[in-house]
């Protein structure tokens, strides 16, 4: 990638710091309308064109959303990296403040600036979809602590205490909650278009459920942030690395703990249903299982199965086909 200017951006809740590598300058604005003006009008102040420039910054929520859409409606370039990669990186490095942040995100964009993955136009109906997917995450985590509560409080509390009978309201309450993010999100998913259609072959396979496929769905970007399989495997922590050096370490190959762990999680809970109900997978489970492998890894292999079949089913655009090379 062939460009002038790489800017750092380090965003918080209610300011941005902007580091311009090449010029060696330093602004901060508001979060807001006003602060983007500002930050176009230092852009003008540098003499930079915005088709010669790209904004680098981490990943940090719902906090750059404004300044993406922003950044969209000038069709100015940007990249979000993951905060890991940039702190590995840098090295030993002492010191850290809002200014110094944005100076290293900009030197780790210099750096890294033919390997930058430049974020598209963003997608609303998938945007809206993330929202609702981890609103209700969160909701039943919440219900969930307050089920546990209610077990514990019924060891010594009578069924009818106000303590117990306002935790069951609260529940029943959250429970509407959840019901209603998850009504709209069917109604998304009914609607004509890719995303519903890769929902529905995402479900067609065994163990995928409507949890999953959404997620999967919501983590690939309708599955145009992962080129390939092996990489979203790298992603939820399922693909195994050798370890070893020389001739003295010489371990077994493992999996990273640098993962979306919401997502192995999910996948987890996936494998362990296909195995229950895909009459091949369980036969694989078994068969591995005898021969003296360990559990834990052999629900990874059906983890990196079921991403397989995933990303075959989208490849091929039609739905999984049980037993397919026995029916061809």
Request: proline share 3%; net charge positive.
């Amino acid at each position: 990638m062939k460009l002038l200017h790489i800017i750092g951006a380090d965003i918080s809740k209610n300011s941005i710091d902007l580091f311009c590598y090449g010029e060696q300058s330093h602004l901060r604005i508001t979060n807001d309308v006003a602060g983007f003006k500002q930050s176009a009008l230092w852009l003008k102040q540098l003499k930079l064109s915005f088709s010669n420039l790209v904004f680098v910054m981490e990943h940090t929520g719902y906090y750059s959303y404004h300044f993406e859409n922003f950044l969209h409606q000038n069709k100015i370039r940007f990249s979000k990296v993951p905060a890991m990669a940039i702190k590995k990186s840098l090295g030993v490095v002492r010191g850290k403040n809002d200014k110094i942040d944005a100076k290293r995100i900009a030197r780790y964009g210099y750096e890294k600036r033919d390997k930058l993955r430049l974020e598209g136009p963003s997608d609303k109906i998938l945007q809206r979809l993330q929202m609702l997917h981890s609103s209700r995450e969160l909701l039943v985590k919440q219900r969930s602590s307050l089920m546990c509560a209610v077990k514990e409080h019924s060891v010594v509390l009578e069924p009818e205490d106000p303590i117990i009978q306002s935790q069951f309201k609260v529940i029943a309450e959250l429970t509407r909650q959840i019901k209603n993010f998850e009504r709209e999100m069917k109604q998304i998913l009914n609607q004509p278009g890719s995303l519903p259609q890769n929902f529905k072959l995402l479900t067609s396979v065994k163990g995928i459920g409507p949890v999953v496929a959404t997620a999967t769905l919501i983590k690939t970007k309708n599955f145009t942030r992962f080129t390939n399989r092996k990489k979203f495997s790298c992603y939820c922590g399922s693909a195994p690395f050798e370890h070893s050096s020389g001739k003295s370490i010489r371990k077994k190959t493992r999996i990273s703990h640098l993962a979306d762990k919401t997502m192995k999680t999910l996948l987890t809970q996936s494998a362990r249903t296909a195995i229950q109900h895909d009459k091949e997978l369980k036969q694989y489970y078994q068969r591995r299982t005898q021969m003296g492998k360990s559990k834990k890894s052999t629900i990874n292999v059906v983890r990196n199965k079921l991403i397989y079949r995933m990303f075959a089913v989208i490849k091929r655009q039609t739905p999984f086909i049980d037993n397919y090379l026995q029916t061809v």
